[in-house]
């Protein structure tokens, strides 16, 4: 008897064409990747750009608009497109950290719950029902008397670490649905063990699960770690977007004076536009991931 030949794995240069095709059948998604590396470009370099401290200028207070200043000047007459693009680093590097740590332990704990059931699933949930309960602004406000969170990688462990829970209850649900096909009990009856099957076999199932997760997350975080320095409730260590908010709220009186607006609008459509590339590069990732969404396209 003659077996067909088993069906060739694709090479990497058609999943690089068909990558390629995913991103460029919608123009949003192509701003969405475009928005992403420049911000990306932007937390990289930009300190490289504007090296030193940010210079102050008395005789420059609230400058308008001009070919020395693209986006004006703050209260202090320092550059506010400088500011905006120092500031970049933290914001990313942060949220970045945040949303790998968090991506990380919760699938991780998701996983082995969904997987193991009994004993395990009840010991691993009660954990992160405990994460999903904990008060993470008073929790950052007692931290930051120990921290001060002058290092990106401090702010980000923090908030990864408190903010696992939901991809661990999420990813969980996946495996459990997960845990009862095919696969996984030809791979049981094999006698492949727990570790193969958990890596080898369910990871990679639930990974475009996690990545999807993981964008979101960055989004999350970014507005996380912005409102903790607009409320003023960590110290103005670093040079970021959310110092820039405070100070143009409760320093550069923005409510009261028109000109200081450029101080105000700079990081909030920086935020805005890095939430929007997000969103719409996800939907370029929801496709290459989901085989019926290809089907239909």
Do not use: K
Request: hydrophobic share 55%; aromatic share 8%; charged share 15%.
């Amino acid at each position: 008897m003659t077996f067909p030949p088993a069906p060739a794995a694709p090479r990497p240069s058609s999943r690089r064409t068909r990558t390629l095709r995913v991103l460029t059948r919608r123009p949003g998604r192509v701003v969405g990747l475009g928005i992403i590396t420049l911000f990306a470009l932007m937390a990289a370099f930009g300190p490289l750009l504007y090296p030193g401290t940010i210079a102050v200028d008395p005789e420059a207070v609230y400058a308008p608009p001009s070919a020395e200043h693209w986006l004006g000047t703050d209260f202090a007459g320092s550059d506010v497109l400088q500011e905006v693009v120092v500031g970049a680093r933290y914001v990313l590097l942060t949220a970045a950290v945040a949303a790998l740590v968090a991506a990380a332990v919760g699938t991780l704990v998701g996983l082995v719950a969904g997987f193991r059931r009994g004993l395990a699933d009840s010991g691993l949930m009660r954990v992160t029902d405990f994460v999903l309960t904990l008060p993470g602004l008073p929790l950052l406000i007692v931290l930051s008397t120990l921290w001060s969170f002058t290092s990106a990688f401090q702010m980000g462990l923090v908030l990864g670490a408190t903010g696992w829970g939901g991809i661990a209850r999420a990813v969980r649900a996946q495996t459990l649905s997960l845990r009862e096909r095919g696969f996984l009990e030809a791979a049981r009856g094999l006698g492949l063990s727990q570790r193969h099957i958990l890596l080898r076999e369910l990871l990679p199932n639930i990974a475009p699960y996690v990545a999807m997760n993981l964008l979101l997350s960055v989004i999350g975080f970014i507005g996380a770690e912005v409102a903790l320095f607009f409320l003023g409730v960590v110290p103005f260590s670093s040079e970021n977007w959310g110092v820039m908010l405070n100070q143009a709220v409760f320093s550069g009186g923005v409510m009261s004076s028109p000109e200081a607006l450029t101080y105000l609008l700079a990081p909030l459509t920086c935020i805005l536009l890095i939430t929007l590339g997000i969103v719409l590069f996800m939907d370029a990732v929801d496709e290459l991931f989901n085989p019926r969404l290809r089907e239909r396209s």
